[in-house]
């Protein structure tokens, strides 16, 4: 069930108040599951970071009318410092999971009792490998200790050397093979260098058309992909989300779907439902033509797809049905997921959704 919620810091550093609205539920007993999106362990616990599910039952829960107010310490705030959205999912006792949502996660102090989040993000990932100091280069190996030459071995006669006819005696037939080959090949190799060398001088013109065109004079260095979404994103006043979106857009009608992606990202994070969908599609599998340079990720474009088809946007409601319908990228496919998102798009008159519902096994 779809429920809304949001995030009030407090003034005392690692506390803050989550209000949840739409959500019938007694105070009682209610269960938080709190996930993130960076790195390997996702889900939020008691004692830090883990790869499974876990609950949270906060100190305090209380309600204000319509709204549920839990109240969150620093176990919980200190550790998601540095995290724009989570996925927040509330369990019943004895019902099970009651609503689920993504939230914004606003900026705050920690008190410093728990650890921090120990996320990272890609972008400042990728600039601090690029602004690394170079490595240093390795010490050269050390000579070898110095040790004297061994006196040369005595050489003897094979053969007795009063007797002249050992000077033409025939040599061995290898030796003579083998001094033959060598001296075949280097005729070989030289009569190409020199056929070569008589051939270029003849036709000169060869050799500058194979040459690499000379840079142009005065023309400046082109800036990279990041340059140029930073200097758009540094613009005062600042873009908003929408703003990103079409902006975002615009890059990716010029091809330059790099750009399009460092633009879309943010937007995407700070809840724009257009960007959370145009992000998803980096990573489906089932993008066509597939948007170049992206490794399809089934999972990550299903958590996309979804937080946009949470807030009720039909095309990534679809988008997700069709997605678990087939699986891929590691995504096991789901029918029954793939059935309740396409009923949802389906309901707002989605004709492809419609469709695609008919044809899924009954």
Known sequence: MAIRASIEALPEPGHAILRVSDLDAMPEGLALSIQRQQGPDTHLADDGWRRTEAWLIPAE????GDVLEF???PEICDRLAGIATIRLRVKEPDIGVVGTTVVAWPPMLTSGAAGSSGTYDDTVRLRR?????PAEPAPEPLPPPFEPPKPAPDLHALRDPGRFDDLFQE???????NWAIVVITLLIVGGAAYAAYDYFKLNPQDVVATAPPPAAPGEPPRKSVRDTVAEYLATKPPPNPEA????????LKAGDTASAFLVFRPAAEAGNTGAQLELATFYDPLTQPARGGFTPEGARAADWYERAALAGVAEAQRKLGLLF????????????KARTWLQQAAAQNDADAKKALDALPK
Do not use: I, Y
């Not at 990103?244 to 890059?251: E, N, Q, T, W």
């Open 325 to 336: 319908a087939k699986g891929g990228a590691g995504l096991a496919a789901d029918t029954a």
């Open 244 to 251: 990103m979106l079409a902006k975002g857009r615009d890059f």
């Open 61 to 64: 829960v209380d309600r204000q």
């Open 171 to 177: 040599p061995e037939r290898s030796g003579f093979r």
């Open 129 to 133: 490998m690029q602004a690394a100091a």
């Open 71 to 73: 109240h969150l310490g």
